[in-house]
C-alpha cells in the first residue's frame, strides 16, 4: 500500500522536491522525520514566533516572541501563528505524515484490511473469511458488528492498546 500511495502522491505532483527525494525509498527514517522539521524554529523566529519541536509526540509548541507582536489583538496573533506554522511546514509535511502512518500501521493496511486482521487477532469469528464488501454492508448494517476493532483495527491487530477516536470505516 505504501509503494500505491507515493508513487500516487509523485504522479499527482504535489509534493516537494524534498519530500520526493526522502520518499523515492517508500520509507522514512527517523533522521528524515527530524531533517523535515529541523527548520521549523528558524522559520517560526522569522515570523516573530518562538517554536519548540518535540519529534517523539510529532509536536510543535508556539508563542510569540516577547515585544513583537504589542498592541496586536490576541486572536490575531493566534492566526498568524497558525498561517506561519503551515507556511513553515509547506514542502515537508508529507514526510510527517508518511512517518506517523508507517509507524503506526507498517503493513500498510486499509481500514478493511486492519479490521480483518483485528478480528483474526482477537479470536472473533465475525468478519473471518468476508470480501471488502461484505465487510461493508455489515459494518453499515450493525453497530455491534466488529465493534471491538472499529476504533482503531490498526493498533489492535497489532497487539498495541487502542489510540481511539471515530469509527472511520463508515
Not at 72 to 81: G, I, K, T
Amino acid at each position: 500500500m505504501w509503494r500505491a500511495r507515493i508513487e500516487q502522491a509523485t504522479a499527482a505532483g504535489y509534493l516537494s522536491e524534498f519530500e520526493r527525494r526522502v520518499l523515492a525509498d517508500y520509507w522514512v527514517t527517523d533522521e528524515e522525520y527530524a531533517q523535515s522539521r529541523a527548520h521549523i524554529p528558524e522559520c517560526m523566529e522569522a515570523a516573530g514566533f518562538n517554536s519548540v519541536i518535540d519529534n517523539s509526540r510529532g509536536t510543535v509548541a508556539t508563542s510569540a516572541i516577547p515585544g513583537f507582536w504589542d498592541g496586536v489583538p490576541q486572536d490575531e496573533v493566534e492566526h498568524e501563528m497558525t498561517a506561519a506554522l503551515q507556511a513553515c511546514e509547506d514542502g515537508f509535511s508529507e514526510v510527517e505524515l508518511y512517518y506517523w502512518d508507517m509507524r503506526s500501521n507498517p503493513q500498510g493496511w486499509d481500514f478493511w484490511e486492519a479490521l480483518t486482521a483485528c478480528a483474526e487477532r482477537l479470536g472473533l469469528s465475525e468478519g473471518v473469511g468476508m470480501s471488502t464488501e461484505e465487510l461493508k454492508v455489515a459494518t453499515l448494517e450493525s453497530e455491534e458488528f466488529l465493534a471491538e476493532c472499529r476504533s482503531d483495527p490498526w493498533s489492535l491487530a497489532q497487539g498495541r492498546e487502542p489510540v481511539g477516536g471515530p469509527d472511520v470505516g463508515d
